[in-house]
């Protein structure tokens, strides 16, 4: 079970360069509760998906030389939110600066859109880091909403025993 301090990142990009770099950079900031998972596709992305990750930082174009038929970006973020419409924040990243691409990774529910270029890195990181604070702000709402819902139940029973002994005791 995740903790409130602990959470899931998956990377996916068929340039294992890109995606080694960009692993080191994010264990390196972020010391402890983050678990960094790295995929060359979209199709062992979605193999895992059952990790329950926080975070996918998914490449847009991820069918290359070695892998002409994977499935691209655009189509693992489609998959992504049919399992988990709300919980898992997608990054979608691509080499193109097109701003149709970032719109329509937008419209199709990515969180935000990141063109790889010399401040990739930054930009996702801060991205990581404004996510996983609505992470633990949404998990502290759910926490704090059982909790409600457990005292209101608890009211209400401790009213039934009181009516009921109330009655008993008229009797």
Not at 63 to 82: F, H, R, W
Not at 156 to 163: G, T
């Amino acid at each position: 079970m995740k903790t409130n301090n602990s959470f899931s990142v998956f990377l996916v990009d068929d340039d294992k360069m890109f995606l080694s770099s960009l692993k080191n950079t994010l264990t390196s900031e972020f010391k402890t509760g983050i678990e960094v998972s790295t995929f060359t596709n979209g199709e062992e992305c979605l193999q895992h998906i059952n990790g329950k990750p926080d975070i996918i930082v998914l490449d847009y174009l991820l069918n290359n030389d070695e892998s002409p038929q994977a499935m691209d970006g655009m189509k693992v973020l489609k998959e992504v939110k049919k399992i988990d419409e709300r919980d898992i924040v997608v990054i979608m990243l691509s080499g193109q600066d097109k701003l149709q691409v970032a719109l329509d990774a937008i419209k199709n529910g990515a969180y935000e859109y990141v063109a790889k270029s010399e401040s990739a890195f930054v930009r996702i990181r801060n991205i990581i880091k404004n996510a996983i604070e609505s992470i633990k702000s949404s998990r502290d709402n759910r926490a704090y909403t059982k909790w409600n819902i457990v005292l209101g139940i608890t009211i209400v029973a401790i009213l039934l025993i009181d009516l009921i002994y109330f009655f008993l005791g008229k009797n």
